[in-house]
């Protein structure tokens, strides 16, 4: 008998080519998706940190955001205050996707730990990492 499909709520940033690839892994698993755009959802400290606290501060971060790979903003420097006030002043920074089923939330794309959590079915697993931007010119960085 076959497991039960998850039904995830997926914050995502529109058009993002790895979002995309991301979804149609889980979509291609028969899971269910309820997509939110990362960008605009109605962030608070509370809300952000259910999906964070489990994480080190420097893993809450989008590594593709361009004030990261700028060196303005050096995750590896900033207590959890002042990096939960940084991410929701500007969400493009956020780690991504952020995902929820139920009560079990999920920050980043590991294909390993996402296996491990809900099943990607039988397709083929990649061994890595589906998180990180599908397009060299950033579609994945750009604010809209």
Known sequence: MK??????????KPGCGGNARQKAMLLA?????DVKNLLDAPWTKDSLLLFLKPLAVAEWFNRAAPQ???????????DAETALALLLA??????RPLMEVGEQRMVGFDTAAVHAWIGL??????????EGCAAAAGDCTSPL
């Open 90 to 95: 500007q969400p493009l920074l956020i780690r």
């Open 121 to 130: 079915g039988e397709q083929p697993v990649p061994p890595r990492s589906l």
């Open 3 to 12: 497991a039960p499909m998850a039904h995830i709520t997926f914050y995502e």
């Open 68 to 78: 990261v790979k700028s060196g303005e903003v050096v995750p590896e420097s900033l």
């Open 29 to 33: 698993a028969q899971h269910t998706l």
